[in-house]
């Protein structure tokens, strides 16, 4: 198939809800507002500040009260979060208009692994389904026109095994056939990859697959993690197939208590997929530069190195920004850290060049 990127795409940093809530229950208030405020100034237009969930299973979210209090909205940014019931709606529609979670659109998820849907959410695969009633019914309410659907663990399950694209299509069909028999079409598809089952060529024959059987889905979304490595790979042919929603976070921080992956199941790290897009002419939104000094900060908030790559080496060098040819050897991160601390890092390493023979440009 021809290849046909958009020319922009929305990504949306999961940094402060599906990064931290994976991350010590122990961070101080004060390093979050601090990590989202330097999440504020890399271009981002739509920013989750966490989730309204139960301190018992996320106890790491049990200040988010707190942060939707204290943090102060950076111009031209839309702040939500997600909440996962009634209670947690009535809990983050106290913050609005601060905090916007009428932004979402209604959507119906169902896992395609009824384990990890029984593991994740307390639900069986069946009662998701039957609960989509109520879901079109929110809709109505909401006076949206079209439907969507999300399906959860597409490609494979770390307790079922792999799944055919037979199976997903089942599901998807049932899905679509309830959002028709209530009355709406569907234009929209998520595809929630939580365990890291992922591939391109996965991917493809996916999103190929329901745009023949339903020509009206022309938006899709993908959150898929980065468990395995194939994550951004997988984005990429997303992109080629005109997807123009994707789910991130700073440095790949993320993962899964319930999968059995735990942090290993992280994201696709926003910089680096901020990096590839622009690399392919792609508009994002965001500035490179302040992205990498976010997930340093973002490395400095947790405690530990992250797994982007492109925070660490910078982007491609280019124009003023090539480096010197007699530069002296650099080894450690902290040395490759110079495209944004300067030379001075490297200083008393050890010269490729004899003395006198230095070159310059």
């Not at 992205?291 to 992250?306: F, T």
């Not at 090539?322 to 902290?334: D, G, Q």
Request: aromatic share 8%.
């Amino acid at each position: 198939m021809t290849s046909q990127f958009p020319e922009s795409v929305t990504i949306l940093d999961d940094t402060m809800r599906e990064g931290l809530q994976i991350e010590s229950a122990d961070i101080p208030v004060s390093e979050k507002l601090r990590l989202l405020d330097a999440l504020g100034e890399t271009g981002a237009k739509v920013i989750s500040i966490g989730s309204f969930a139960h301190p018992k299973w996320t106890p790491q979210m049990a200040c988010i009260d707190e942060i939707a209090e204290k943090f102060v909205p950076k111009p031209g940014i839309t702040y939500t979060a997600i909440a996962f019931n009634k209670k947690g709606m009535e809990r983050a529609e106290k913050y609005y208009p601060k905090i916007n979670l009428r932004i979402r659109r209604v959507e119906a998820f169902v896992e395609l692994c009824d384990s990890f849907a029984r593991r994740n959410y307390n639900r069986t695969q069946k009662e998701q389904l039957d609960g989509m009633g109520g879901t079109i019914e929110r809709a109505r309410e909401a006076g949206e026109e079209y439907g969507a659907i999300a399906i959860g663990n597409p490609f494979g399950s770390n307790f079922e095994g792999p799944f055919s694209l037979e199976q997903r299509m089942e599901l998807l069909t049932l899905m679509v056939d309830k959002w028709r028999d209530g009355g709406f079409e569907v234009n929209r598809c998520t595809l929630l990859d939580a365990m890291g089952w992922t591939n391109p060529r996965d991917v493809e024959e996916t999103i190929l697959a329901v745009k023949e059987k339903w020509p009206g889905i022309t938006e899709f979304r993908c959150h898929l993690h980065n468990t395995r490595g194939s994550g951004i790979a997988s984005y990429y042919e997303a992109l080629r197939l005109g997807v123009r929603e994707f789910d991130t976070s700073l440095g790949g921080m993320g993962g899964c208590p319930y999968c059995g992956n735990g942090r290993a199941a992280g994201h696709v790290p926003t910089e680096d997929f901020v990096n590839l897009c622009h690399e392919l002419g792609i508009e994002t939104g965001y500035n490179l530069d302040k992205l990498i000094e976010a997930a340093a900060i973002a490395e400095e908030v947790v405690g530990h190195p992250l797994w982007g790559h492109v925070s660490k080496s910078g982007a491609r060098p280019t124009g003023d920004t090539l480096y010197p040819i007699n530069m002296p050897f650099v080894e450690s991160l902290e040395e490759a850290a110079h495209f944004r601390k300067g030379p001075s890092v490297y200083e008393g390493q050890l010269s490729p060049w004899k003395s006198g023979d230095a070159l310059s440009r």
